[in-house]
């Protein structure tokens, strides 16, 4: 069975950076698509980044382009999410998640990982 697990997280200022990982056990990806979604208390889940695995062709959202980057390590089945400038308003619950083909829509998405809580302070 396969599983993702997050990690990563934790409670930065406004500026700082952070890296996420989101491991996988049970199974490969190498036909899959990876992404990042985050979810902000209130509101609904949003798209982050996502990443084709053999290709390594990258999508982001307009709100984290030029500050986020998404990457992957085959070798250690392993997604990454790197978060430079961060924003309070990158205050959010962060998931990894698996897809047979790329969107930004989470309904595509069906495997997901526990989530990572992202906090940053102003």
């Known amino acids: 069975q396969v599983q993702l697990v997050e990690s990563g997280g934790g409670l930065v200022q406004a500026g700082d950076s952070l890296r996420l990982s989101c491991a996988a056990s049970?199974?490969?990806?190498?036909?899959?698509?990876m992404a990042w979604f985050r979810q902000a208390p209130g509101k609904g889940r949003e798209f982050v980044a996502s990443?084709?695995?053999?290709?390594?062709?990258?999508t982001y959202a307009d709100s984290v382009k030029g500050r986020f980057t998404i990457s992957r390590d085959s070798a250690n089945n392993t997604v990454y999410l790197q978060m430079n400038s961060l924003k309070p308003e990158d205050t959010a619950v962060y998931y990894c998640?698996?897809?047979?083909?790329?969107?930004?829509?989470?309904?595509?998405?069906?495997?997901w990982g526990q989530g990572t809580q992202v906090t940053v302070s102003s």
């Open positions: 998640a698996v897809a047979a083909i790329a969107s930004t829509l989470e309904g595509f998405y069906r495997l």
């Open positions: 049970g199974g490969t990806f190498k036909n899959y698509v």
């Open positions: 990443i084709n695995w053999s290709t390594g062709s990258t």
